[in-house]
């Protein structure tokens, strides 16, 4: 027993060592390969992030200054982080779990209230969701990035087809064009530059698409955030900060206004959803919150320096047949610019994104080959953007449904975003980095199998192609031959031989010549007179034709004349005596058949 417990682990441990030997061997590989981000927000710096951590060397490029990369506002309004996503952000670094709770906003109840009367009906937990402001999320996310910064620059065009490489592939580096003419290549650019950009028309243009069309949602989202200084005097907004950190829904009959109290009462951030069914175009504040509570009215429609409002139409961006450059397979569309997610769900988005960047840095780093592991990186998020993008649809749906009625209530907003919470809290359970790393082989096997198909397929189909060709030469040749055979021999008229031929035809089908059937015609005339036997009685016309076709047959064993011919030189059974006939025809059909 002992003997078998000390085998098991030096086995365990043999294969962590293999295993972490096989790690480093691929972030020495990793540390070789560089990467280029283009666009310093949110996303971009997730991927820059992860990489890092894979050992890649990293480039951001933002066309933002100094001062506005650090202390601009980059349109978020709030970021949401779960449980899945948070996981993956913790073992970036080992303060990075300290710092996310420390610079969260505390909450951990989001509740939901009538739009008039302010009362709270109904509560989600947010026990391991972390919510976030997103200037905040934005600075954590820079302070743990190491990779280089390259600021002022605007990318203005990509370089990705085959004379465009520095190298042959797949070694060859593609580049990406800047405003002041600098070449930037890297051996995997992804592009995380929303709408900015000159990516996402690169992208489908490689793969021969002109325009997606976005897909109007028939909804409007105002976007704010405001200062408490700039609410002093104001007694109505008090009930709003008074509570220090703060999550709230308020839910009108056809719209509903998220607001989130940071820094004990310093800032309230607000997000703004109202159904336009009539395309009658965006709302003002004042209009939209015409007879809500006046704790929440107050403070969002009450003019000040400091309130930044930003108002859209909301759509829905389509996700292209492919996120990778079909031309070298090295330029990757991520973030927003590639593909939104219906409204009403920014918890799925975020956890998304999150867990696809954590992807996408294992899968470059097991990959041979950056096209491998763009390859396998696609392969491995579907199936999670498949799902995440049903539960976002279908909550879509009941939300807009309910307000085109005048009837939203709490439940139809109520978010599941802890995990036991049903089939869709086991969603949160998910581990970005587990998955891909246990995967990776998995998927390799399973695009080696469909490459083997597709070679099997075009050889099949060659294989076809060769033998049609061989038919089509056969024919043409034995046309030419029995063309040859055709032609009149010298000193002979064409008129002869087609005389000749005729005959030939003419006999082939039973008839003859003059001379020919006037001696068929005696030949029938001695048969049809009376035999005469020496002693033995004369035999019957069914025993002569068995006797015949018997002998035919024994000459057709000897190489003569097929049975075939045979039964048909015979005499028709109108010919014949009735039952003679028949049995005679059933026997020469047994043999017939025994023959073949």
């Known amino acids: 027993m002992i003997t078998a417990v000390v085998t098991a682990i030096a086995i365990t441990q043999r294969e962590a060592r293999r295993q972490q030997a096989e790690k480093e061997a691929e972030a020495a590989a990793a540390a070789k390969k560089s990467v280029l981000v283009v666009g310093g ?11 890092r951590q894979q050992g890649f060397a990293v480039t951001v490029a933002d066309r933002k200054g100094a001062g506005e990369f650090l202390e601009g506002d980059w349109g978020e309004g709030v970021v949401w ?16 779990g300290a710092e996310m709770r420390e610079r969260a906003c505390g909450v951990d109840t989001l509740r939901y209230r009538k739009h008039r009367s302010g009362r709270e009906v109904c509560a989600s937990k947010l026990r391991d969701t ?12 820079r302070d743990f990035t190491t990779a280089e910064l390259k600021l002022e620059t605007e990318i203005v065009a990509y370089r990705d087809g085959a004379e465009d490489l520095d190298g042959p592939l797949p070694q060859g580096r593609p580049y990406a064009l800047t405003n002041k003419g600098e070449k930037i290549y890297a051996d995997c650019i992804v592009v995380c530059d929303g709408d900015e950009g000159q990516g996402r ?15 109007d949602t028939q909804w409007n989202q105002s976007t704010g955030s405001i200062l408490a200084e700039g609410l002093l005097g104001n007694d109505k907004a008090a009930a709003l900060l008074q509570g220090g950190d703060a999550a709230d829904m308020w839910v009108g009959p056809d719209a509903y206004v998220f607001t989130l109290v940071v820094g004990d009462g ?14 009658e175009g965006e709302l003002e504040l004042s209009d939209l919150l015409a007879g809500w509570n006046p704790a929440l009215s107050s403070p969002l429609t009450t003019p000040s320096p400091d309130t ?37 769900s920014p918890h799925l988005e975020w956890c998304y994104h999150v867990e696809a960047a954590a992807t996408l840095a294992v899968c470059l780093r097991k990959a041979a080959s950056v096209p491998l592991g763009l390859e396998v990186y696609s392969r491995l998020t579907a199936l999670r953007w498949k799902e995440a993008m049903e539960m976002a649809q279908e909550r879509f749906n009941t939300v807009t449904a309910a307000a085109a009625e005048a009837e939203l209530e709490a439940a139809d907003l109520l978010w599941e975003v802890e995990p036991g919470d049903g089939e869709k809290g086991a969603w949160w359970e998910y581990d970005a980095e587990a998955v891909a790393e246990k995967n990776f082989d998995a998927v390799i096997e399973l695009l080696t199998q469909e490459l083997l198909g597709k070679q099997r397929a075009m050889a099949e189909e060659q294989a076809r192609a060769v033998e049609e060709e061989r038919k089509r030469m056969e024919g043409e040749q034995k046309k030419a031959e029995e063309g040859l055979s055709e032609e009149p021999e010298e000193g002979e008229s064409e008129e002869g031989v087609v ?13 003859g010549t003059k001379e020919e059937d006037e001696k068929k015609k005696e030949a029938e005339q001695v048969e049809a007179a009376p035999k005469t036997t020496h002693g033995n009685p004369p035999e019957n016309e069914a025993n002569a034709g068995e006797g015949m076709l018997l002998a035919d047959e024994d000459e057709d064993e000897d190489g003569g004349i097929p049975v075939e011919e045979v039964v048909c030189s015979k005499p028709k059974d109108s010919e014949r005596t009735g039952d003679s006939a028949a049995r005679t025809r059933t026997e020469v059909e047994v043999r017939n058949g025994a023959k073949h």
């Open 41 to 51: 927000g949110i996303s971009g710096l997730l991927v820059g992030l992860f990489c």
């Open 308 to 344: 930044l409002i930003t108002s859209k139409r909301l759509t829905i961006r389509q996700k292209p047949p492919s996120l990778v450059s079909r031309k070298s397979r090295k330029l990757l569309l991520f973030g927003k610019n590639c593909f939104t997610f219906p409204p009403h």
């Open 266 to 279: 310093e800032e309230v951030i607000f997000l703004s959803h109202d159904l336009d069914a009539e395309n």
């Open 81 to 96: 982080v779960p449980r899945s996503a948070g996981r993956v952000l913790r073992g970036v670094h080992e303060r990075m």
């Open 499 to 511: 005389e000749e031929k005729n005959i030939g035809e003419n006999r082939n089908a039973g008839l």
């Open 130 to 141: 972390l919510l976030f402001a997103a200037s905040d999320f934005h600075a954590l996310l």
């Open 201 to 215: 028309a690169h992208v489908l243009a490689s793969q021969g698409i002109t325009e997606l069309p976005e897909i």
